[in-house]
């Protein structure tokens, strides 16, 4: 299979008529090659790979990737070796990954090449959008992770206990129950500190009357679940409960719609017009869902901006669907499911309760 993913890559090379392409973003080299390590650079032509790296990684090279792919052991840096080879190559052009460099590495990175430089970005990622088997087989058990999960958090929850707490709490359940980590940081964020959208857990405590939002995911092989719940301690304010069920008809009609062929702009319009009928649109303040894969946020994203927005989905795409309302000085809602997208109706993978709005005694 991986050899497959490798021959996919070089063709892609051929047909973008790229003599030399330098891979320097490490989830792009896991895709395509299986090495996991963080410190490395791939140099590609149409017919060969070279893995740069140093010695604390060969021996893992050497086990994860094919044996096709050729390991060079660097010896003054990562980027002043590689520069090194290309240079001996004697190549007349040379493709990078433009967003994997700071403004002096590339700086240094085009200066001390002989060849033509072109800078290009996407040209991996988008080989990822669709998944194979294998990556929807580790998307699945990750979100089984996920699931089991907020079952069990449901019964450790009350008002006294920390956000903190409850992190911890999930993250030690994740990897004890079939997880090698976490997505991300565990979002938790209770009462006022809901309308963060990305309101990592703190050690504020949990208070009768909260709101709170559990934004979580587990990883396994590599690859994540995202999932968002919020759920009540005790009663709430009417405003956000009516929220609640604003920002689930909203999630709900996302998931009716979203099937392959349809572009992004068309799937990001129906989720807000559930809001724009209700005349809340403008206290949902952020993306509307994204694709997982390698990276817990990737391509194509449920947006209407210029260029994204014509995206056309396809089958084995896996997006989020997370739309929210966030009301400044009360608490915010959202709520987020993992869809796997298909020819006909889309598949939700994520089960953790959401249809009620869940109300922990206080």
Do not use: C
């Not at 002043?80 to 403004?103: C, R």
């Not at 304010?237 to 572009?263: F, N, R, S």
């Not at 989905?313 to 400044?328: C, D, R, S, V």
């Amino acid at each position: 299979m991986q050899m497959a993913r490798v021959q996919q890559f070089l063709d892609k090379l051929k047909e973008k008529h790229i003599e030399q392409f330098v891979m320097l973003n490490p989830k792009n080299i896991t895709y395509v090659t299986d090495f996991t390590g963080d410190a490395a650079a791939l140099l590609a032509t149409p017919t060969k790979l070279t893995l740069i790296t140093d010695g604390r990684f060969t021996e893992q090279a050497k086990r994860e990737m094919p044996k096709e792919v050729a390991i060079y052991r660097w010896q003054k840096g990562l980027l002043t070796d590689t520069i090194k080879l290309i240079n001996e190559s004697g190549i007349d052009s040379v493709v990078f990954e433009a967003d994997q460099l700071t403004y002096e590495q590339g700086r240094k990175f085009v200066d001390g090449i002989s060849a033509d430089v072109i800078p290009m970005t996407g040209l991996v990622e988008q080989m990822r959008w669709v998944k194979e088997p294998g990556e929807l087989d580790n998307i699945k058990k990750a979100v089984r992770v996920a699931d089991e999960t907020f079952l069990y958090i449901l019964g450790e929850i009350h008002a006294g206990m920390s956000e903190m707490e409850v992190s911890a709490k999930m993250e030690y359940f994740m990897k004890t129950h079939g997880g090698e980590g976490t997505s991300f940081d565990t979002i938790v964020a209770s009462g006022i500190r809901s309308t963060f959208a990305h309101g990592e857990a703190s050690h504020k405590i949990i208070e009768a009357g909260d709101i709170l939002t559990i934004d979580f995911g587990a990883l396994v092989n590599g690859y994540p679940s995202d999932m968002t719940r919020t759920i009540a301690i005790g009663n709430v304010d009417p405003k956000l409960e009516k929220a609640y069920y604003q920002v689930l008809a909203a999630e709900q009609a996302g998931i009716d719609a979203i099937t392959a062929g349809m572009t992004s702009r068309e799937l990001d319009g129906i989720i807000r017009d559930v809001f724009k009928k209700d005349g809340v649109e403008q206290y949902f303040i952020h993306g509307a869902g994204h694709n997982i894969g390698l990276d817990i946020h990737e391509g194509p994203y449920i947006t209407s901006r210029p260029g994204e927005g014509d995206i056309v989905f396809k089958a084995n795409m896996l997006e989020t669907i997370e739309p929210g309302l966030y009301f400044p000085g009360l608490g915010g809602i959202r709520i987020e499911d993992d869809v796997l997208i298909t020819p006909g109706k889309s598949e939700v993978l994520t089960t953790a309760p959401r249809r009620d709005l869940i109300k922990i005694p206080a």
